[in-house]
């Protein structure tokens, strides 16, 4: 008698080794034939079948590889529709002859009117009656989650929720399907009870296959999920025209398709942010701008809005002074090459020239990083020698206007270590973590640009090749030399990627590098505003997070503008010497800024060391010493002093 028992996953150790490709997700069924007529002693009892992922497009090549079988024995595939059968399942089952180590390896094509179906695979040895199956579908679209709220929720609050629609255009490629209507639910419990049937919107996808909805949390705290829904669409007739995102020319039905993830609305209201804003001495030479930094830490990161009573809270930003916007965040950048090489640059006007093709210059930004893979070289080749390689776009930045083309840059190409797009050029670059924009920095991602590039580009952030946030943004590239141009780039708080995709739109863009933030830090620029007056300012900062916490700080910031500085020789005075020798006095030059710039003395007799000044005189009469302060904002000041100096007349004895 033949007796089959189910076991699941029972020699899974057997199959990894056999099956590399094979998918945690994957369901397998593992059934043993336990006639002991038909077994050999030490034979393999169980075996198991997968396929090489979980889903597939119509046309696509299912790899299908299996482990345990006896050794040489012929195995018969069959493929079965398991809610629809004969419906794309039509083929005859078929045999392949296990290895020496019981190991198979076969495909099947999925047919063009398998679409939305899901399918069960079997494996039986014909010799050992070992049997095994898995399932695997054939949907040609597919929905995933771009934008979803934090684990823990705000009850009331609006949550803006984004979904990418997608069409499976076989080999691992996809392609986005725009204008399609996706369908959001928001249902009570998880994803598999109290499902509601009326959507609570509906959003068309746009060009990148994203449709985002903004949904009112239940105000009842609790789990929920949120779903949406593409309901497929049927293959257009003859006559119409193509429906295809992978082939527009092609009919095509496209499936249905879902997906579903929960969340909890809390009581609590989640964790307000914190912010740190200090106070400040500043001193300015007349009325100017003053700029303070701040932080802000939020643990959800979920910040709406950062607003200030005096100034602006900085944001995106274009055609700056690079080097001056790196030294604010922080960085350290150092001048390679040119007229003063090793020095340490805090704006542009601090290169010394000449600019050659081997300048340029060397930065250490903290909390930041670079992109530091290619993910798709798009319109450029790869490689560090090719002027034009994507490559050259890794890495801190190097040019910034500082580097002519030519090999041996710092760079290491052949270029001058940036990369010209034209319109219709694009590229895609990755970071080696995940990015979760958070604490409602204003500077998200800083991109630095090259000598006189200015266009506009389309930037795709994506996680896990998925668009989650699109944006387009003007580039500005200035003069060779300058190091103006660069953008920063503020974008919501909450978005997560790990890959950016820049397409030229118009114009043409010269891009060094690009930097995206890790860890919360604050610029020396992160508020700024107009003092016209000297005395104290008081600066409050208040930022809202999405569940309507607000916190503030108060700093309050002296600002004194420029007091002169006090140059003070002291009062005339006599000096009687019994010979010519070294004379010594004090003098002191103060400044209730405590922003002296030079003190000197200005005369051609003595030293002046520190508050003294030290002389020796060779002849009887009036020596004139002058002395010199200037502070930080070129206010000055002058004194004198007369010294006369006597000899002793020897005594008269008469």
Known sequence: MRIRYLFILSFMFFTAFLTPNMYADDILFIVSDLNTENTTPGAFLSAAIATDTSDYAPGDSVIITGGGFWAGESVEIDITNKFNPGFGDNGEPWTVTADGSGAIETYWIVPPDGVDQTYTLTAEGLSSGIYAEAEFTDANTKLSFTVFPSEDVCGGTVIDICAYLKENCGGGNYAPLPNRPVLFFVNNGNCGNNVGQNADDTVLTDANGIACASITVPTTPGTYSIRVKFQGESKPSSGQPGNSACDPSKRTKLSASNKCETFDVTASGGNAPVITISDSTVILCGPGEVCVPVEIDDANCDIDSVLSNLGQYSGSEIGLDQIAVLNHLGATITQIGGGAPGAVLTESDDFVPPINSLSGISVTLPNFIFADNVEDYGSFPSGIGPAQSADQLLGAPTDMTFTLPGAGGPDGGSGDGSVDFSSGNHVALGFSQDI??????????????????????????????????????????????????????????????????????????????????????????????TADTAGVYTVIVTATDGCNNTTADTAFITVSLGNPPVANAGADFSEFLCSFGQVCFGVTFTDADNDLALTELVSPIGTLSGNQICFTPTYEGVYSFIIHAVDSCGSEDYDSVLVTIGLNDAPVAT
């Open 436 to 529: 979760t924009t958070c604490n409602g920095s204003p500077v998200d991602m800083i991109i630095f640009t090259n000598t006189n590039g200015s266009g506009d580009a389309e930037l795709v952030f994506k996680d896990d090749n998925s668009p989650v946030h699109v944006m387009s943004q003007y580039f500005y590239g200035g003069a060779s030399g300058s190091g103006d141009g660069g953008i920063t780039i503020d974008m919501p708080d909450g978005v997560k990627f790990d890959e950016v995709e820049i397409t030229c739109t118009s114009g043409n863009l010269e891009i060094d590098a690009v930097a995206t933030r890790t860890a919360p830090s604050p610029s020396s620029d992160d508020i700024c505003f």
